[in-house]
């Protein structure tokens, strides 16, 4: 009696097993009818001009003049002069020249300061710059 149900626990146990494989193989039959999308990059062509850097990136900030560049708005300030603290702090011999900016956009301050602007920028070897928002 007990072989008799072994054998129909077994064989419940096989028809369950075959249900859920044939389930699965349906579902994928299932999903294989369902769109295929292709994903395309946002940018529709090649820029021809390749890409370069400003300008080269300099070895080490020790014993260089770093410009330190605040926009206008109110946390820059702050913001730059805890930066020029801490590069001080690791490198001693470095020089921290700011330029603050009052107007809201660089190209501005670029036209009604162009001469300040031009030599503190050819003053420095890098420029850290900070948006106060």
Avoid: H
């Avoid at 007990?2 to 859920?20: C, G, N, P």
């Avoid at 820029?47 to 206008?72: E, T, W």
């Avoid at 603050?100 to 300040?116: I, Q, Y």
């Amino acid at each position: 009696m007990s072989r008799f149900i072994k054998l129909i626990a077994m064989t419940a146990i096989t028809i369950i097993a075959l249900s859920s494989i044939t389930y699965a193989s349906e579902r994928v039959a299932v999903q294989a009818d369902e769109p295929v999308y292709e994903v395309l990059s946002p940018w529709a062509g090649v820029d021809p001009i390749p890409v370069r850097g400003l300008s080269a990136r300099i070895d080490s900030i020790s014993g260089k003049k770093i410009g330190l560049f605040a926009n206008f708005k109110r946390a820059a300030r702050p913001i730059m002069a805890e930066v020029e603290k801490r590069l001080k702090e690791r490198f001693p011999d470095v020089e921290t020249f700011l330029f603050d900016s009052t107007l809201p956009n660089v190209t501005e301050t670029e036209t009604v300061n162009k001469e300040k602007f031009t030599a503190w920028a050819k003053g420095v070897d890098a420029v850290i710059a900070a948006v106060g928002d």
